[in-house]
């Protein structure tokens, strides 16, 4: 026979079951933000390039494929277009060389994206990465006496780290990259007006990138 007291315990419990249920159930409604084995992420991004100063564009997609410890390894690839800007504009207006560069690059990506305990991250990605890949720079070089143009591949190396920040529970990320890029390499040189000797500086490109990308993504799984 069920006592006055077994009977107000097992209403209470009920009742503690009922007000949290809802609550249970949204939480595990909502996509956790970390990014996990099978997931992949699609983000399209505009920089500004420090080391010269520069303006990006480029897109990036990464997927997870092994858990490691409480993060996740990852694999990914970029494509970028980046233009020269006040690195190029100020000396021209200085000289009668006009001096214009774009570069191409297609870079892959290791990364290890991982959260911190104890902390109010619930909508937040950290993440570290390591870049390898190509870069083909396109430089023109224009005079009142000559005009000539190169192209040029060589590797580049870099490292960077962020985060993505999911707003809602959504798909949807907002997110940031700060990395550091390295890259070398000699130009094939045309000369398409005038004479003009080539020197060593003109066949040789050496590029040192400090950038801050902001981007905009989605995780598609």
């Known amino acids: 026979m069920e006592t006055p007291t077994h009977a107000g315990c097992r209403n209470l419990l009920l009742l503690g079951w009922l007000v949290m249920a809802p609550g249970v159930a949204g939480a595990e409604g909502v996509p956790p933000p970390l990014l996990r084995p099978g997931n992949v992420d699609l983000r399209v991004e505009a920089a500004a390039s420090l080391l010269p100063l520069s303006l990006e564009a480029g897109a990036t997609v990464e997927a997870g494929v092994l ?56 909508r937040v990605d950290l993440f570290g990465v390591l870049l390898g890949g190509v870069l083909e720079p396109h430089t023109t070089v ?29 798909r949807f990320f907002l997110g940031f990259e700060a990395r550091l890029r390295f890259s070398t ?11 003009y000797e080539f020197t060593e500086d003109d066949r040789r490109w050496l590029q040192l ?7 905009v993504g989605v995780r598609l799984f």
Not at 78 to 84: D, H, I, K
Not at 185 to 195: E, F, I, K, S
């Open 67 to 122: 858990p490691i410890a409480a993060g996740t390894l990852s694999l990914g690839a970029e494509l970028g277009a980046n233009l020269c800007a006040l690195a190029c504009w100020v000396p021209n207006l200085f000289s009668e060389r006009d001096t214009s560069r774009w570069d191409l690059s297609l870079v892959g990506r290791l990364g290890y994206h991982f959260t911190l305990a104890n902390r109010n991250y619930s």
């Open 209 to 215: 990138g400090l950038s801050t990308a902001f981007f």
């Open 142 to 170: 224009t005079a009142p006496g000559y005009r000539f143009e190169g192209r040029g591949r060589g590797a580049i190396l870099g490292l960077g780290m962020g985060g993505n920040y999911f707003p809602s529970a959504s």
């Open 185 to 195: 390499g000699t130009y094939v040189l045309t000369l398409t007006r005038g004479t």
